[in-house]
């Protein structure tokens, strides 16, 4: 039923059943309830916060901020005890081209899930971030490129390097540089910060349900 005018001149409507108020139209884009979905949706097929900005008619910061408030709210999955998992990683930039950063994440075989990733420095340090969570949960099988540096992070029991090993996620390397703008090698976006970037990676990884 009709409760009234907002102070805009808006309509509002009431719920008989439940007393909620809400209304058909917004003054401002960005309060509508939709709209954190539509902007995980767009983030995750490719548009840059420009574009975003555009298509939904609110301003870059809002979107920015909007990015940050829904990766907020988003939590890692539960790894299963005793799987198989592929380890890799994907190298960019922030700000300069001379600044490269690498993601690194760890995708689960039968799955196809990415269960942790860490964003840094291509270091011990970062590796060990992901591959020490899925050795902690009884991972049976890691599977990894040749980089030496898993040879010091990962127990012989349990690593392989084997041809064909990694399959899944190198296509899953080449499925988030098409959807997420900012890892696009011939573009004009890229990453000012690194925050944005993990806020970015969690609703590709775990925010959005295709």
């Not at 870059?60 to 790894?79: D, E, F, G, N, Q």
Request: with cysteine.
């Amino acid at each position: 039923m009709r409760y009234g005018l907002n102070r805009y001149g808006g309509q509002r409507y009431k719920c008989r059943n439940f007393g909620k108020c809400s209304k058909t139209s917004y003054q401002h884009e960005a309060r509508h309830p939709d709209i954190d979905r539509k902007i995980a949706k767009l983030t995750c097929e490719g548009c840059g916060i420009r574009s975003i900005g555009r298509i939904l008619k609110i301003s870059m910061t809002t979107v920015l901020s909007k990015i940050r408030s829904i990766a907020s709210k988003i939590r890692k999955p539960l790894i299963t005890i005793g799987k198989e998992y592929e380890v890799d990683e994907i190298r960019t930039y922030c700000k300069l081209k001379e600044r490269k950063i690498w993601i690194v994440y760890a995708l689960r075989r039968d799955t196809k899930e990415v269960v942790d990733f860490a964003v840094g420095r291509r270091t011990l340090k970062t590796l060990g971030r992901v591959t020490d969570t899925l050795q902690l949960s009884g991972a049976e099988r890691i599977y990894t490129d040749k980089l030496p540096h898993y040879k010091n992070l990962i127990s012989k029991a349990v690593h392989q390097t084997k041809a064909y090993g990694t399959n899944s996620i190198e296509r899953r390397n080449l499925t988030l540089r098409t959807h997420l703008k900012r890892l696009q090698r011939k573009t004009i976006c890229f990453t000012r910060s690194i925050s944005m970037l993990i806020s970015c990676l969690k609703i590709s990884f775990w925010g959005v349900v295709n």
